[in-house]
Protein backbone atom coordinates (compact mmCIF):
# COMPACT_ATOMS: atom_id res chain seq x y z
CA UNK A 1 0.00 0.00 0.00
CA UNK A 2 1.24 3.17 -0.70
CA UNK A 3 2.29 6.03 1.68
CA UNK A 4 -0.40 8.27 0.15
CA UNK A 5 -3.65 5.90 0.33
CA UNK A 6 -2.44 4.74 4.03
CA UNK A 7 -2.54 8.80 4.77
CA UNK A 8 -6.01 8.77 2.85
CA UNK A 9 -7.56 5.72 4.67
CA UNK A 10 -6.26 6.67 7.86
CA UNK A 11 -7.85 9.99 7.53
CA UNK A 12 -11.13 8.17 7.02
CA UNK A 13 -10.59 6.32 10.30
CA UNK A 14 -9.57 8.91 12.20
CA UNK A 15 -13.29 10.61 11.39
CA UNK A 16 -15.44 7.86 12.64
CA UNK A 17 -17.59 5.25 10.47
CA UNK A 18 -19.89 5.69 7.38
CA UNK A 19 -21.75 9.01 7.04
CA UNK A 20 -25.34 8.66 6.15
CA UNK A 21 -28.70 10.73 5.87
CA UNK A 22 -31.69 9.08 5.60
CA UNK A 23 -33.75 10.61 3.35
CA UNK A 24 -37.38 9.60 1.98
CA UNK A 25 -35.77 6.89 -0.79
CA UNK A 26 -33.08 5.04 1.17
CA UNK A 27 -31.79 3.18 -1.53
CA UNK A 28 -28.68 4.90 -3.73
CA UNK A 29 -29.28 5.37 -7.50
CA UNK A 30 -25.94 5.96 -8.28
CA UNK A 31 -22.63 5.66 -6.28
CA UNK A 32 -19.24 7.19 -7.38
CA UNK A 33 -16.10 5.60 -5.79
CA UNK A 34 -12.58 5.17 -6.41
CA UNK A 35 -12.59 8.84 -6.16
CA UNK A 36 -10.47 11.80 -3.91
CA UNK A 37 -13.51 13.45 -2.53
CA UNK A 38 -12.67 16.45 -0.64
CA UNK A 39 -15.75 17.78 0.79
CA UNK A 40 -15.29 20.92 2.36
CA UNK A 41 -16.75 19.42 5.56
CA UNK A 42 -14.72 20.08 8.48
CA UNK A 43 -16.84 16.99 10.15
CA UNK A 44 -15.37 14.44 7.36
CA UNK A 45 -12.92 16.73 4.76
CA UNK A 46 -12.44 13.16 2.61
CA UNK A 47 -14.10 10.36 0.90
CA UNK A 48 -13.50 7.81 -1.80
CA UNK A 49 -16.80 6.98 -2.34
CA UNK A 50 -20.27 8.76 -2.05
CA UNK A 51 -23.96 7.06 -2.54
CA UNK A 52 -26.60 9.36 -4.58
CA UNK A 53 -30.65 9.14 -3.51
CA UNK A 54 -32.77 11.70 -5.43
CA UNK A 55 -30.53 14.53 -6.27
CA UNK A 56 -29.25 14.41 -2.79
CA UNK A 57 -25.85 12.66 -1.08
CA UNK A 58 -27.39 9.41 0.68
CA UNK A 59 -24.06 8.61 2.17
CA UNK A 60 -20.43 9.28 2.29
CA UNK A 61 -17.03 7.13 3.14
CA UNK A 62 -14.67 4.57 2.41
CA UNK A 63 -15.47 2.53 -1.27
CA UNK A 64 -16.06 -0.50 0.94
CA UNK A 65 -18.30 1.18 2.95
CA UNK A 66 -20.75 2.59 -0.09
CA UNK A 67 -19.96 0.26 -2.33
CA UNK A 68 -22.13 -1.74 0.36
CA UNK A 69 -25.14 0.11 -0.12
CA UNK A 70 -25.65 -0.98 -3.63
CA UNK A 71 -28.44 -2.86 -4.45
CA UNK A 72 -30.02 -4.07 -7.98
CA UNK A 73 -30.86 -1.16 -9.31
CA UNK A 74 -28.00 0.97 -8.81
CA UNK A 75 -25.54 2.56 -10.73
CA UNK A 76 -21.79 2.43 -9.90
CA UNK A 77 -19.07 4.66 -11.47
CA UNK A 78 -15.55 4.34 -11.34
CA UNK A 79 -14.13 7.79 -10.84
CA UNK A 80 -10.58 5.97 -11.33
CA UNK A 81 -9.29 8.35 -8.65
CA UNK A 82 -10.22 11.57 -9.85
CA UNK A 83 -10.39 14.45 -7.08
CA UNK A 84 -14.50 15.40 -6.70
CA UNK A 85 -14.93 19.14 -5.23
CA UNK A 86 -18.97 20.95 -4.73
CA UNK A 87 -20.37 22.45 -7.29
CA UNK A 88 -18.68 26.07 -7.76
CA UNK A 89 -21.02 28.63 -6.73
CA UNK A 90 -21.07 31.92 -8.58
CA UNK A 91 -22.48 34.40 -6.16
CA UNK A 92 -22.41 37.20 -8.80
CA UNK A 93 -23.32 37.15 -12.42
CA UNK A 94 -25.45 38.19 -15.02
CA UNK A 95 -26.81 35.14 -16.94
CA UNK A 96 -30.14 35.99 -17.85
CA UNK A 97 -28.54 38.87 -19.89
CA UNK A 98 -25.92 37.33 -20.93
CA UNK A 99 -27.52 34.68 -22.37
CA UNK A 100 -29.60 36.76 -24.50
CA UNK A 101 -26.50 39.40 -25.67
CA UNK A 102 -24.95 35.97 -26.86
CA UNK A 103 -27.97 35.26 -29.26
CA UNK A 104 -28.48 38.69 -30.35
CA UNK A 105 -25.50 40.93 -30.39
CA UNK A 106 -21.87 41.28 -31.66
CA UNK A 107 -19.44 39.55 -29.27
CA UNK A 108 -16.56 42.43 -29.33
CA UNK A 109 -14.28 40.41 -27.02
CA UNK A 110 -11.55 40.71 -29.25
CA UNK A 111 -7.68 41.95 -29.93
CA UNK A 112 -8.06 45.18 -32.47
CA UNK A 113 -10.06 47.48 -33.33
CA UNK A 114 -9.88 46.46 -37.38
CA UNK A 115 -12.07 43.26 -36.15
CA UNK A 116 -14.12 44.78 -33.69
CA UNK A 117 -15.67 47.59 -36.90
CA UNK A 118 -15.61 44.53 -39.16
CA UNK A 119 -17.61 42.37 -37.03
CA UNK A 120 -20.14 45.33 -36.44
CA UNK A 121 -19.75 46.17 -40.36
CA UNK A 122 -20.61 42.41 -41.14
CA UNK A 123 -23.67 42.59 -38.53
CA UNK A 124 -24.72 45.80 -40.27
CA UNK A 125 -24.70 43.85 -43.37
CA UNK A 126 -27.36 42.28 -42.53
CA UNK A 127 -29.36 44.64 -40.40
CA UNK A 128 -32.33 46.71 -41.73
CA UNK A 129 -31.44 50.75 -42.10
CA UNK A 130 -32.25 52.56 -39.56
CA UNK A 131 -32.04 49.24 -36.75
CA UNK A 132 -29.85 49.45 -33.86
CA UNK A 133 -26.28 47.34 -34.20
CA UNK A 134 -25.40 46.33 -30.70
CA UNK A 135 -21.91 45.07 -29.31
CA UNK A 136 -21.14 43.56 -26.06
CA UNK A 137 -17.85 42.78 -24.30
CA UNK A 138 -15.37 45.27 -25.74
CA UNK A 139 -12.74 45.98 -23.34
CA UNK A 140 -10.65 49.21 -24.47
CA UNK A 141 -7.37 47.59 -22.87
CA UNK A 142 -7.24 44.01 -24.30
CA UNK A 143 -6.70 45.87 -28.46
CA UNK A 144 -3.45 45.78 -29.28
CA UNK A 145 -4.00 49.81 -31.01
CA UNK A 146 -3.06 51.35 -27.69
CA UNK A 147 -6.36 53.09 -27.60
CA UNK A 148 -10.08 52.73 -27.05
CA UNK A 149 -12.78 53.03 -29.80
CA UNK A 150 -12.98 56.57 -31.35
CA UNK A 151 -16.45 58.09 -32.88
CA UNK A 152 -14.53 58.06 -36.05
CA UNK A 153 -14.24 54.10 -36.02
CA UNK A 154 -18.00 53.54 -35.27
CA UNK A 155 -19.10 56.08 -38.22
CA UNK A 156 -16.67 54.99 -40.48
CA UNK A 157 -17.97 51.33 -40.25
CA UNK A 158 -21.43 51.67 -39.58
CA UNK A 159 -23.65 55.27 -40.80
CA UNK A 160 -26.66 54.25 -41.36
CA UNK A 161 -27.20 52.48 -38.29
CA UNK A 162 -27.28 53.35 -34.66
CA UNK A 163 -24.40 51.61 -33.29
CA UNK A 164 -23.68 51.11 -28.97
CA UNK A 165 -21.19 48.95 -28.12
CA UNK A 166 -21.13 48.26 -24.17
CA UNK A 167 -17.84 47.77 -22.39
CA UNK A 168 -17.80 44.12 -21.15
CA UNK A 169 -17.79 45.89 -17.41
CA UNK A 170 -21.41 47.00 -18.29
CA UNK A 171 -20.63 50.51 -16.82
CA UNK A 172 -19.66 52.13 -20.09
CA UNK A 173 -20.43 52.58 -24.08
CA UNK A 174 -19.06 53.28 -27.06
CA UNK A 175 -22.17 55.36 -29.57
CA UNK A 176 -21.77 56.61 -33.17
CA UNK A 177 -23.27 60.14 -34.28
CA UNK A 178 -26.12 59.00 -35.76
CA UNK A 179 -27.31 57.02 -32.37
CA UNK A 180 -26.73 60.57 -30.33
CA UNK A 181 -28.65 61.93 -32.49
CA UNK A 182 -31.30 60.25 -32.06
CA UNK A 183 -31.22 60.47 -28.57
CA UNK A 184 -30.67 64.27 -29.04
CA UNK A 185 -27.06 64.94 -27.87
CA UNK A 186 -24.79 67.05 -28.42
CA UNK A 187 -21.61 68.79 -27.63
CA UNK A 188 -23.50 71.13 -25.52
CA UNK A 189 -25.34 68.53 -23.69
CA UNK A 190 -24.78 68.56 -20.06
CA UNK A 191 -24.01 65.63 -18.08
CA UNK A 192 -26.66 63.45 -16.12
CA UNK A 193 -26.43 62.96 -12.56
CA UNK A 194 -24.09 59.90 -11.98
CA UNK A 195 -23.13 59.93 -15.67
CA UNK A 196 -20.79 61.81 -17.86
CA UNK A 197 -20.41 62.25 -21.81
CA UNK A 198 -16.75 62.35 -22.80
CA UNK A 199 -15.51 64.96 -24.90
CA UNK A 200 -12.01 65.37 -26.54
CA UNK A 201 -9.76 67.76 -24.28
CA UNK A 202 -8.54 69.51 -27.06
CA UNK A 203 -11.85 70.31 -29.44
CA UNK A 204 -14.28 69.80 -26.75
CA UNK A 205 -16.65 67.23 -29.07
CA UNK A 206 -18.21 64.53 -28.30
CA UNK A 207 -15.58 61.17 -28.17
CA UNK A 208 -18.65 59.14 -28.48
CA UNK A 209 -17.92 57.49 -24.67
CA UNK A 210 -20.25 57.52 -22.64
CA UNK A 211 -20.50 56.72 -18.82
CA UNK A 212 -22.97 54.74 -16.30
CA UNK A 213 -26.27 56.92 -16.62
CA UNK A 214 -25.30 58.65 -19.45
CA UNK A 215 -26.15 55.31 -21.22
CA UNK A 216 -30.01 55.78 -19.78
CA UNK A 217 -31.32 57.47 -22.93
CA UNK A 218 -29.68 55.61 -25.06
CA UNK A 219 -30.80 52.39 -23.85
CA UNK A 220 -34.28 53.37 -23.31
CA UNK A 221 -34.20 53.99 -27.39
CA UNK A 222 -33.20 50.39 -28.05
CA UNK A 223 -35.93 48.30 -28.73
CA UNK A 224 -36.30 45.03 -25.94
CA UNK A 225 -38.50 42.78 -28.01
CA UNK A 226 -36.96 39.64 -26.62
CA UNK A 227 -40.26 36.86 -26.41
CA UNK A 228 -40.32 34.26 -23.87
CA UNK A 229 -38.69 31.51 -26.22
CA UNK A 230 -35.50 33.55 -27.26
CA UNK A 231 -35.13 34.14 -22.96
CA UNK A 232 -35.68 30.60 -22.04
CA UNK A 233 -33.11 30.09 -24.81
CA UNK A 234 -30.38 32.53 -23.43
CA UNK A 235 -30.74 30.79 -20.06
CA UNK A 236 -30.68 27.64 -21.72
CA UNK A 237 -27.17 28.56 -23.79
CA UNK A 238 -25.04 30.49 -20.45
CA UNK A 239 -26.78 27.34 -18.48
CA UNK A 240 -24.51 24.76 -20.65
CA UNK A 241 -21.30 27.30 -20.65
CA UNK A 242 -21.02 27.64 -17.30
CA UNK A 243 -21.61 24.38 -15.86
CA UNK A 244 -18.84 23.26 -18.57
CA UNK A 245 -16.56 25.16 -16.25
CA UNK A 246 -18.01 23.72 -13.25
CA UNK A 247 -20.51 26.23 -11.61
CA UNK A 248 -23.56 24.36 -10.32
CA UNK A 249 -25.13 27.26 -8.80
CA UNK A 250 -25.20 31.05 -9.85
CA UNK A 251 -26.16 34.65 -8.50
CA UNK A 252 -27.96 36.72 -10.91
CA UNK A 253 -27.40 40.17 -9.63
CA UNK A 254 -29.88 42.55 -11.55
CA UNK A 255 -32.67 39.94 -12.29
CA UNK A 256 -36.34 41.12 -13.68
CA UNK A 257 -39.67 39.14 -13.42
CA UNK A 258 -38.96 38.18 -17.17
CA UNK A 259 -35.78 36.85 -16.15
CA UNK A 260 -37.52 34.53 -13.59
CA UNK A 261 -39.76 33.59 -15.91
CA UNK A 262 -37.17 32.56 -18.53
CA UNK A 263 -35.47 30.66 -15.64
CA UNK A 264 -38.86 28.84 -14.48
CA UNK A 265 -39.90 27.59 -17.87
CA UNK A 266 -36.05 26.63 -18.59
CA UNK A 267 -36.17 24.26 -15.75
CA UNK A 268 -39.77 23.07 -16.45
CA UNK A 269 -38.73 22.23 -19.55
CA UNK A 270 -35.52 20.49 -18.03
CA UNK A 271 -33.30 23.03 -20.23
CA UNK A 272 -31.73 24.76 -16.91
CA UNK A 273 -28.23 23.00 -16.17
CA UNK A 274 -27.65 25.36 -13.13
CA UNK A 275 -29.39 25.89 -10.06
CA UNK A 276 -30.09 30.43 -9.97
CA UNK A 277 -30.55 32.43 -6.53
CA UNK A 278 -31.98 35.86 -8.59
CA UNK A 279 -31.45 38.97 -7.20
CA UNK A 280 -34.16 41.24 -7.89
CA UNK A 281 -33.61 44.68 -9.69
CA UNK A 282 -34.46 47.82 -7.47
CA UNK A 283 -36.68 49.15 -10.17
CA UNK A 284 -39.32 46.04 -9.86
CA UNK A 285 -39.35 46.48 -6.04
CA UNK A 286 -42.86 47.63 -6.11
CA UNK A 287 -44.09 45.09 -8.43
CA UNK A 288 -42.74 42.29 -6.50
CA UNK A 289 -44.06 43.94 -3.37
CA UNK A 290 -47.44 43.92 -4.30
CA UNK A 291 -47.49 40.30 -5.62
CA UNK A 292 -46.39 39.71 -1.84
CA UNK A 293 -43.15 38.09 -3.25
CA UNK A 294 -39.70 38.44 -0.79
CA UNK A 295 -36.47 36.84 -0.93
CA UNK A 296 -36.66 32.75 -0.39
CA UNK A 297 -39.28 32.09 -2.30
CA UNK A 298 -39.12 29.29 -4.65
CA UNK A 299 -37.30 25.81 -4.73
CA UNK A 300 -33.82 24.17 -4.55
CA UNK A 301 -33.53 25.39 -8.71
CA UNK A 302 -34.99 28.47 -8.68
CA UNK A 303 -35.56 30.92 -6.01
CA UNK A 304 -35.69 34.88 -5.69
CA UNK A 305 -32.90 36.45 -4.31
CA UNK A 306 -32.16 40.04 -2.97
CA UNK A 307 -32.90 43.38 -3.81
CA UNK A 308 -30.37 44.81 -6.19
CA UNK A 309 -29.38 48.42 -5.71
CA UNK A 310 -26.34 50.10 -7.18
CA UNK A 311 -24.11 52.69 -5.71
CA UNK A 312 -21.14 53.50 -7.91
CA UNK A 313 -19.04 52.65 -10.77
CA UNK A 314 -17.17 50.64 -12.17
CA UNK A 315 -13.62 48.52 -11.50
CA UNK A 316 -12.48 47.40 -15.18
CA UNK A 317 -13.68 50.60 -16.35
CA UNK A 318 -12.28 52.73 -13.81
CA UNK A 319 -15.38 54.43 -13.18
CA UNK A 320 -16.05 53.37 -9.04
CA UNK A 321 -16.09 55.83 -6.41
CA UNK A 322 -12.81 56.76 -4.57
CA UNK A 323 -11.56 58.73 -2.14
CA UNK A 324 -8.12 59.31 -3.78
CA UNK A 325 -7.92 59.86 -7.32
CA UNK A 326 -7.06 57.45 -10.13
CA UNK A 327 -3.38 57.18 -10.51
CA UNK A 328 -2.06 59.92 -13.65
CA UNK A 329 -5.89 61.76 -13.41
CA UNK A 330 -5.53 63.77 -10.45
CA UNK A 331 -8.72 64.75 -10.85
CA UNK A 332 -11.11 61.73 -11.57
CA UNK A 333 -12.62 60.36 -8.32
CA UNK A 334 -15.00 58.51 -10.14
CA UNK A 335 -18.76 58.09 -10.41
CA UNK A 336 -21.21 58.04 -7.70
CA UNK A 337 -23.89 56.60 -9.20
CA UNK A 338 -26.82 57.05 -6.21
CA UNK A 339 -25.91 58.63 -2.70
CA UNK A 340 -27.34 57.92 0.84
CA UNK A 341 -30.17 59.74 0.21
CA UNK A 342 -31.34 58.01 -2.73
CA UNK A 343 -30.73 54.58 -1.26
CA UNK A 344 -31.90 54.66 2.21
CA UNK A 345 -35.82 54.80 1.01
CA UNK A 346 -35.81 52.01 -1.62
CA UNK A 347 -33.39 49.63 0.87
CA UNK A 348 -35.84 50.53 3.88
CA UNK A 349 -39.48 49.55 2.16
CA UNK A 350 -37.38 46.35 0.86
CA UNK A 351 -36.02 45.35 4.47
CA UNK A 352 -38.88 46.08 6.30
CA UNK A 353 -41.09 43.42 3.91
CA UNK A 354 -38.38 40.99 4.77
CA UNK A 355 -35.69 41.33 1.41
CA UNK A 356 -32.32 40.53 1.74
CA UNK A 357 -30.33 43.67 0.58
CA UNK A 358 -27.23 43.92 -2.26
CA UNK A 359 -25.90 46.58 -3.36
CA UNK A 360 -23.13 47.37 -5.99
CA UNK A 361 -20.06 49.06 -4.08
CA UNK A 362 -16.80 49.40 -5.62
CA UNK A 363 -15.03 52.19 -4.52
CA UNK A 364 -14.29 52.85 -0.83
CA UNK A 365 -16.48 55.57 -0.87
CA UNK A 366 -19.20 53.96 -2.16
CA UNK A 367 -18.76 50.99 0.59
CA UNK A 368 -18.96 53.29 3.14
CA UNK A 369 -21.74 55.19 1.47
CA UNK A 370 -23.42 51.83 1.39
CA UNK A 371 -22.42 50.88 4.90
CA UNK A 372 -24.04 53.83 6.60
CA UNK A 373 -27.47 52.33 4.76
CA UNK A 374 -27.30 49.75 6.28
CA UNK A 375 -26.07 50.41 9.55
CA UNK A 376 -28.96 52.96 9.84
CA UNK A 377 -31.66 50.14 9.06
CA UNK A 378 -30.53 47.72 11.53
CA UNK A 379 -30.77 50.60 14.25
CA UNK A 380 -34.31 51.46 13.04
CA UNK A 381 -35.76 47.78 11.86
CA UNK A 382 -33.14 45.29 13.39
CA UNK A 383 -33.26 42.08 11.23
CA UNK A 384 -33.05 38.81 13.14
CA UNK A 385 -30.46 37.25 10.10
CA UNK A 386 -30.59 39.87 7.38
CA UNK A 387 -26.96 39.19 5.84
CA UNK A 388 -26.70 42.44 4.41
CA UNK A 389 -24.75 41.82 0.89
CA UNK A 390 -21.99 44.32 -0.49
CA UNK A 391 -21.57 43.60 -4.06
CA UNK A 392 -18.22 43.80 -5.18
CA UNK A 393 -16.62 45.62 -1.96
CA UNK A 394 -13.35 46.01 -3.75
CA UNK A 395 -11.47 48.80 -2.81
CA UNK A 396 -11.48 48.33 1.27
CA UNK A 397 -9.30 49.74 4.58
CA UNK A 398 -9.46 48.44 7.64
CA UNK A 399 -11.92 50.09 9.10
CA UNK A 400 -14.09 49.35 6.47
CA UNK A 401 -13.55 45.66 7.41
CA UNK A 402 -14.77 45.92 10.83
CA UNK A 403 -17.88 47.56 9.80
CA UNK A 404 -18.69 45.05 7.62
CA UNK A 405 -17.88 42.24 10.78
CA UNK A 406 -20.33 43.93 12.94
CA UNK A 407 -22.48 44.07 10.20
CA UNK A 408 -22.25 40.57 9.68
CA UNK A 409 -22.32 41.59 6.41
CA UNK A 410 -20.98 39.92 3.07
CA UNK A 411 -18.82 40.77 0.36
CA UNK A 412 -18.55 39.44 -3.18
CA UNK A 413 -15.44 40.55 -4.47
CA UNK A 414 -14.74 40.06 -8.26
CA UNK A 415 -12.61 36.40 -8.19
CA UNK A 416 -10.81 36.27 -11.76
CA UNK A 417 -9.77 40.34 -12.50
CA UNK A 418 -6.60 39.78 -11.35
CA UNK A 419 -5.24 37.32 -13.40
CA UNK A 420 -8.07 38.71 -16.11
CA UNK A 421 -7.99 42.37 -15.50
CA UNK A 422 -4.45 42.86 -14.33
CA UNK A 423 -3.54 45.74 -16.62
CA UNK A 424 -6.04 47.85 -15.51
CA UNK A 425 -4.36 47.94 -11.80
CA UNK A 426 -1.67 50.38 -12.47
CA UNK A 427 -4.04 52.90 -12.66
CA UNK A 428 -5.32 51.96 -8.73
CA UNK A 429 -1.57 52.05 -7.33
CA UNK A 430 0.27 49.34 -6.40
CA UNK A 431 -0.92 50.60 -2.54
CA UNK A 432 -4.46 50.01 -3.00
CA UNK A 433 -4.51 46.99 -5.28
CA UNK A 434 -3.11 45.94 -1.80
CA UNK A 435 -6.43 46.23 -0.39
CA UNK A 436 -8.72 45.22 -3.20
CA UNK A 437 -10.58 42.09 -4.08
CA UNK A 438 -9.50 41.76 -0.35
CA UNK A 439 -10.32 37.67 0.41
CA UNK A 440 -7.17 37.86 2.99
CA UNK A 441 -8.51 40.17 5.13
CA UNK A 442 -12.06 39.38 5.07
CA UNK A 443 -11.25 35.82 5.70
CA UNK A 444 -8.57 37.00 8.80
CA UNK A 445 -11.67 38.96 10.07
CA UNK A 446 -13.98 36.19 10.41
CA UNK A 447 -15.88 37.45 7.36
CA UNK A 448 -17.59 35.55 4.70
CA UNK A 449 -16.57 36.72 0.95
CA UNK A 450 -17.53 34.72 -2.13
CA UNK A 451 -16.57 33.84 -5.59
CA UNK A 452 -17.96 35.98 -7.54
CA UNK A 453 -17.07 35.84 -11.86
CA UNK A 454 -19.98 39.48 -12.38
CA UNK A 455 -19.86 37.62 -16.18
CA UNK A 456 -20.14 39.55 -18.49
CA UNK A 457 -17.51 41.94 -16.78
CA UNK A 458 -15.01 39.00 -15.45
CA UNK A 459 -14.62 35.41 -17.33
CA UNK A 460 -16.64 32.88 -14.84
CA UNK A 461 -14.18 30.24 -15.33
CA UNK A 462 -13.97 28.78 -11.35
CA UNK A 463 -10.38 27.47 -12.05
CA UNK A 464 -9.24 31.02 -13.29
CA UNK A 465 -10.91 32.51 -10.26
CA UNK A 466 -8.57 30.01 -8.00
CA UNK A 467 -5.16 31.10 -9.94
CA UNK A 468 -6.57 34.73 -9.05
CA UNK A 469 -7.04 34.51 -5.74
CA UNK A 470 -4.01 32.33 -4.75
CA UNK A 471 -1.55 33.42 -6.74
CA UNK A 472 -2.87 37.45 -7.29
CA UNK A 473 -0.80 37.04 -10.99
CA UNK A 474 -2.45 38.37 -14.16
CA UNK A 475 -2.18 36.34 -17.22
CA UNK A 476 1.68 37.80 -18.20
CA UNK A 477 3.13 36.47 -14.41
CA UNK A 478 2.89 39.74 -12.78
CA UNK A 479 1.35 39.81 -9.37
CA UNK A 480 -1.17 42.85 -8.19
CA UNK A 481 -2.17 42.74 -4.53
CA UNK A 482 0.37 40.23 -3.07
CA UNK A 483 -1.02 40.98 0.67
CA UNK A 484 -4.41 39.46 -0.34
CA UNK A 485 -3.48 36.19 -1.40
CA UNK A 486 -4.91 32.94 0.23
CA UNK A 487 -4.50 29.54 0.24
CA UNK A 488 -6.30 26.90 -2.49
CA UNK A 489 -7.99 24.96 0.31
CA UNK A 490 -9.36 28.94 1.02
CA UNK A 491 -10.46 29.84 -2.27
CA UNK A 492 -12.50 26.77 -2.48
CA UNK A 493 -14.63 27.30 0.53
CA UNK A 494 -14.86 30.80 -0.87
CA UNK A 495 -16.25 29.38 -3.88
CA UNK A 496 -18.49 26.81 -2.72
CA UNK A 497 -20.05 26.70 1.05
CA UNK A 498 -19.27 31.12 1.43
CA UNK A 499 -21.61 30.79 -1.79
CA UNK A 500 -24.67 28.56 -0.13
CA UNK A 501 -24.21 31.49 3.03
CA UNK A 502 -24.91 34.31 0.95
CA UNK A 503 -28.25 32.80 -0.24
CA UNK A 504 -29.22 31.42 2.98
CA UNK A 505 -28.80 28.07 1.52
CA UNK A 506 -25.63 26.85 3.64
CA UNK A 507 -27.97 23.74 4.35
CA UNK A 508 -28.78 22.69 1.06
CA UNK A 509 -25.58 22.99 -0.97
CA UNK A 510 -21.65 24.17 -1.14
CA UNK A 511 -20.52 20.79 0.66
CA UNK A 512 -20.52 17.39 0.05
CA UNK A 513 -22.59 15.96 3.06
CA UNK A 514 -25.30 13.41 3.34
CA UNK A 515 -28.64 15.28 2.90
CA UNK A 516 -27.11 17.92 0.29
CA UNK A 517 -27.64 17.96 -3.04
CA UNK A 518 -25.88 16.42 -4.75
CA UNK A 519 -23.87 18.98 -7.01
CA UNK A 520 -20.39 18.19 -7.67
CA UNK A 521 -17.42 18.51 -10.28
CA UNK A 522 -14.44 16.30 -11.47
CA UNK A 523 -11.42 17.51 -12.10
CA UNK A 524 -8.69 15.97 -14.40
CA UNK A 525 -6.03 16.41 -12.13
CA UNK A 526 -5.93 17.42 -7.69
CA UNK A 527 -5.81 21.60 -7.27
CA UNK A 528 -3.90 20.45 -4.07
CA UNK A 529 -0.93 19.22 -5.83
CA UNK A 530 -0.52 21.28 -8.69
CA UNK A 531 1.91 24.72 -8.99
CA UNK A 532 -0.94 27.76 -8.59
CA UNK A 533 0.12 29.31 -12.15
CA UNK A 534 -1.09 25.75 -12.93
CA UNK A 535 -4.90 25.70 -11.44
CA UNK A 536 -6.53 27.50 -14.77
CA UNK A 537 -4.96 25.00 -16.96
CA UNK A 538 -6.69 21.62 -14.66
CA UNK A 539 -9.43 20.33 -17.00
CA UNK A 540 -13.01 19.54 -16.05
CA UNK A 541 -13.82 16.37 -16.82
CA UNK A 542 -17.76 16.23 -15.51
CA UNK A 543 -20.11 18.42 -13.83
CA UNK A 544 -22.79 17.18 -12.17
CA UNK A 545 -26.08 18.79 -10.35
CA UNK A 546 -28.30 17.20 -8.65
CA UNK A 547 -27.44 13.82 -9.44
CA UNK A 548 -27.52 13.97 -13.38
CA UNK A 549 -24.43 14.26 -15.38
CA UNK A 550 -24.62 18.39 -16.77
CA UNK A 551 -21.60 18.19 -18.38
CA UNK A 552 -19.74 15.04 -19.60
CA UNK A 553 -15.97 15.89 -21.13
Not at 6 to 21: I, K, M, N, P, V
Not at 264 to 288: H, K, N, P, T
Not at 508 to 533: C, M, N, Q, T, Y
Request: aromatic letters at 8%; glycine letters at 10%; hydrophobic letters at 40%.
Amino acid sequence: MSSSRREFLHGLGSLGALAFFRLERTEPDLILYNGNFWTVNAGQPRAQAVAISDGRFLALGSNEEVLALAVGTAKKIDLGGSTVLPGFIDAHSHPAEAGLNHLRMVDCDLRSIAEIVSALRRRAAGTPSGEWVLGFKYDDTKTSDGRPLALADLDGAVPDHPVFVEHRGGHTAWVNSLAMKMVKVDDRTLDPPGGKYDHDPVTGRLTGHIRENAKTGFQELIPSNFTHADRREGVKLISKMMTRSGVTSVGDAFGSPDDLTAYQEARDAGELSFRVYCLIGFQFIDQMLAAGVRTGLGDEWVRVGAMKMICDGSISERTARLSEPYIGRPDDFGILVAGEGQLYPVARKAHAAGWQLATHANGDVAIDTVLRVYERLQRELPGHDPRFRLEHCTVVNDSLVQRIKALGAIPTPFSTYAYYHGEKMKEYGAERVNHMFALRSFIDAGIRPTQASDYPPGPFEPMMALRSEVTRTDSKGNVWGPKQKITVEEAIRVGTVNGSYASYEENLKGSIEPGKLADLVVFGRDPFKVDPLELIDIPIQQTMVGGKWMFEA
